[in-house]
């Protein structure tokens, strides 16, 4: 066999690898981003599963099944439905004598009757609380989500609707993919909330994209990239451009910014860095104890008090 027939078969070799490599990703990609049946299994948390479990998702994916609300509020609310970009359904729920409002946005995959618990607290102090269903989840349209990138002009949607009432005091509350989309409003759209509440955002697409690659034991080069790269391509927009990191220096509002210190998705120098480009007045609270997590279920007491003293100051 000559030398060139060798480089040959090499390269032949390298095409057919590089061509797998992209549809697996794009596949990988599609089922990330577009939420399925109801009737799926959701795919458990990569420190959940066994090795065959993790070899499975790698391969074909993950079950996604589409958000469903299986709870309401318990006190008189009203279903509001917005046209943003999709069609996005709200619970707004009223307080009397309220200081203000507070918007609450949930992470990936969930969906407003997650937020009921955190809702009530709010009410408790005296606000006002609106929860809503990003597009693709609960009452909303669709069953497409773009992790916090497209979100954001439903939340600018839902700041400009509270706007339109006369509401003055418009604080935004957001975890995970909920408080990406939160500082990328802020970031284009240029809209001043009275304040901001962040719950472990990512610093940017790709490094989320890999934390899940290192969960599941997984090498992150070259199918990290990949990912994101398909992921954006399939959704219309520039995946490896969606970075809180930066969407941070726009932020002039008071925000506090909160995190747990065993989050295996979201690395504290991720954190540091968000917080050190927000520009405002802000806090960093660290919950020792708690993952990428409801921080109500290991600090339920702390949580109330830093939420009750920044809503105080601001």
């Given at each position: 066999?000559t030398?060139?027939?060798?480089?040959k078969r090499i390269g032949w070799g390298?095409?057919i690898?590089f061509i797998?490599?992209?549809?697996?990703?794009?596949?990988?990609?599609?089922?990330?981003t577009h939420?399925?049946?109801?009737n799926?299994?959701?795919?458990r948390?990569?420190?959940?599963?066994t090795?065959?479990?993790?070899?499975?998702s790698?391969?074909?994916?993950?079950?996604?099944?589409?958000?469903?609300?299986?709870?309401?509020?318990?006190?008189?609310y009203q279903?509001?439905?917005?046209?943003s970009?999709?069609?996005i359904?709200?619970w707004?729920v009223?307080?009397a004598n309220?200081k203000?409002t507070?918007?609450?946005f949930?992470g990936f995959a969930?969906?407003k009757?997650?937020?009921?618990?955190?809702s009530?607290?709010?009410?408790e102090?005296?606000?006002n609380?609106?929860?809503v269903?990003?597009?693709?989840?609960g009452?909303?349209?669709?069953n497409?989500t773009?992790?916090?990138?497209?979100?954001?002009?439903?939340?600018?949607?839902?700041?400009d609707?509270?706007?339109?009432?006369?509401?003055?005091?418009?604080?935004?509350?957001?975890?995970s993919?909920?408080?990406v989309?939160?500082?990328?409003?802020?970031?284009d759209?240029?809209?001043?909330?009275?304040?901001?509440?962040?719950?472990?955002?990512?610093?940017?697409?790709?490094?989320t994209v890999?934390?899940?690659?290192?969960?599941?034991?997984?090498?992150?080069f070259?199918m990290?990239?990949?990912?994101?790269?398909?992921?954006?391509?399939q959704?219309?927009?520039w995946?490896?451009?969606?970075?809180p990191?930066?969407?941070?220096?726009k932020?002039t509002?008071?925000?506090?910014?909160?995190?747990?210190?065993?989050?295996?998705?979201?690395?504290?120098e991720?954190?540091?860095?968000?917080f050190?480009n927000?520009s405002?007045?802000?806090q960093?609270?660290?919950?020792?104890?708690?993952g990428?997590?409801?921080?109500?279920n290991?600090y339920?007491?702390?949580?109330?008090?830093?939420?009750?003293?920044f809503?105080?100051?601001?």
């Open positions: 066999m030398r060139k027939t060798i480089l390298l095409l690898v797998v490599l992209n549809i697996v990703a794009c596949f990988h990609a599609y089922k990330f939420f399925g049946d109801n799926l299994i959701r795919t948390d990569p420190k959940e599963l090795l065959i479990g993790r070899l499975k790698l391969a074909f994916g993950i079950n996604n099944p589409r958000p469903t609300n299986g709870r309401f509020p318990t006190k008189p279903t509001i439905r917005l046209k970009n999709k069609t359904e709200c707004l009223k307080t309220a203000g507070v918007v609450l949930h969930g969906e009757s997650s937020l009921l618990e955190k009530v607290i709010f009410e102090l005296g606000y609380t609106m929860l269903d990003f597009m693709g989840s009452g909303s349209e669709g497409q773009t992790i916090g990138f497209f979100e954001a002009e439903e939340v600018k949607t839902c700041f609707y509270l706007k339109s009432l006369g509401e003055n005091k418009i604080y935004l509350w957001g975890t993919m909920g408080a989309a939160i500082m990328k409003a802020i970031n759209y240029n809209i001043h909330p009275s304040g901001i509440m962040i719950e472990c955002p990512f610093g940017s697409m790709y490094e890999c934390a899940r690659f290192r969960l599941m034991h997984a090498p992150t070259p990290a990239g990949l990912l994101v790269f398909w992921g954006g391509l959704n219309s927009f995946a490896f451009g969606h970075n990191i930066n969407y941070a220096e932020i509002c008071p925000a506090l910014l909160m995190y747990g210190e065993l989050d295996d998705k979201v690395s504290r991720e954190i540091d860095e968000i050190a927000i405002g007045q802000k960093l609270k660290v919950y020792p104890l708690a990428h997590e409801n921080y109500l290991k339920e007491h702390q949580w109330k008090a830093d939420i009750t003293d809503l105080a100051r601001f």
